[in-house]
């Protein structure tokens, strides 16, 4: 599945927190197959929001939705444990 670009703030996030390397290689995961079992993607509840996500690494996840034209968009990375 194809993934829009990200979004400045994102870009600059995934900069921040070093993550650049590790969302390349999610990145490629998820547009060659958006179940690859590394990614543990799942749609998040409630389901009727059509609101999912996959790992970038075990700390980070990104949020997403599928768009009309059938791209993902991310809206959103963060932490998986708010610890």
């Keep these: 599945?194809?993934?829009k670009p990200l979004r400045?703030?994102?870009t600059k996030f995934l900069k921040d927190h070093n993550l650049e390397k590790k969302w390349e290689k999610?990145?490629?995961?998820?547009?060659?197959?958006?179940r690859?079992?590394?990614l543990h993607t799942e749609?998040?509840?409630p389901h009727w929001r059509g609101i999912y996500s996959f790992r970038v690494d075990?700390?980070?996840r990104t949020l997403y939705f599928i768009t009309k034209s059938g791209a993902a968009e991310v809206f959103a990375i963060t932490k998986h444990y708010k610890k």
């Design 1 to 3: 599945m194809k993934l």
């Design 58 to 60: 075990i700390k980070y």
């Design 36 to 38: 690859h079992p590394s």
């Design 26 to 34: 999610a990145k490629n995961l998820f547009e060659e197959n958006i």
């Design 8 to 10: 400045k703030d994102l």
């Design 43 to 45: 749609l998040l509840e």
